[in-house]
């Protein structure tokens, strides 16, 4: 039975129309991912995932979650994505490109990522219908993802 170990939520700002997550030990990114996030809203490498955002006006959750097992996919997503991950520091960054980077600790090793996303369509729209000049910070969370991590044994 799948048991969740640890829970971390944020507000991430897609910065030049995306976010990074990656291993603290991993310092280049793999710009060939970038297409393909842009295509099917994340890719990845083992090393880094980059996340392309449906707006890059205002914040997203971003909810990390590690679990002893693979847990049941989350009910009232619109999607995901299966990926890998490595972590041999056990600190997950999150990168807002340009406008800063964090760390989260987890354990170390190799993971299972599933990264699930939904408010997409909703926060296209407000981001498109927004002028400049409007205050759109009640929108953040809007666009929320969920990335959830555990042990990978094969």
Do not use: C
């Amino acid at each position: 039975m799948p048991e969740q170990v640890t829970a971390y939520e944020t507000l991430v700002m897609p910065d030049y129309g995306g976010f990074d997550l990656y291993d603290a030990d991993f310092d280049v990114r793999d710009n060939d991912l970038i297409p393909l996030a842009r295509e099917n809203v994340a890719a990845g490498n083992g090393y880094e995932v980059i996340v392309v955002p449906a707006q890059s006006q205002f914040k997203v959750k971003l909810r990390i979650e590690t679990w002893t097992e693979e847990p049941a996919p989350p009910v009232g997503w619109e999607g995901h994505r299966d990926l890998h991950m490595e972590f041999p520091t056990g600190e997950l960054v999150i990168s807002e490109r340009t406008r800063g980077a964090w760390g989260v600790s987890i354990a170390e090793g190799d993971r299972h990522a599933r990264l699930s996303f939904r408010g997409r369509s909703e926060a296209k729209r407000v981001a498109e219908s927004s002028g400049p000049q409007n205050d759109v910070s009640p929108y953040e969370g809007t666009e929320q993802y969920l990335l959830q991590l555990w042990p990978r044994t094969s």
